[in-house]
């Protein structure tokens, strides 16, 4: 299995970035698929998910700005980032899992490399 994120950058508070995952090697329409974050020193948080049946579940610091969607035709995984803040910096991870609940590491079993984002003041 291969999770690919990329779409990362550098950009100003108030700007948008869209991420993207691309998934290989697995049934991806089977599995929920998420969003991490983790900022320089500071634990890995969880962002957005949404599930095989496309249910979507947000962090507390990504309601109502970020938007998570899927391409299961594409195996591709989105996070619609907007009104960025420099406390959003951070490398982002997806991840794929199957377990019952998605707002935590311990539920998906696979990782992607990460992408980093960087918002200025």
């Known amino acids: 299995v291969q999770l690919q994120a990329s779409g990362g950058g550098l950009v100003q508070a108030g700007g948008s970035l869209r991420l993207s995952c691309a998934a290989s090697k697995l049934t991806f329409s089977a599995y929920n698929m998420g969003w991490f974050r983790q900022a320089p020193g500071k634990e890995r948080n969880f962002v957005a998910a949404?599930?095989?049946?496309?249910?979507?579940w947000y962090g507390n610091p990504a309601k109502g700005r970020f938007t998570i969607s899927r391409d299961n035709a594409k195996n591709l995984v989105y996070l619609q980032m907007n009104s960025l803040k420099p406390e959003d910096t951070a490398v982002y991870y997806c991840?794929?899992?199957?377990?019952?609940?998605?707002?935590?590491?311990?539920?998906?079993?696979?990782w992607g490399q990460g992408t980093q984002v960087t918002v200025s003041s």
């Open positions: 949404i599930t095989w049946t496309d249910g979507t």
């Open positions: 991840a794929a899992g199957s377990a019952f609940t998605i707002t935590t590491m311990d539920d998906y079993t696979y």
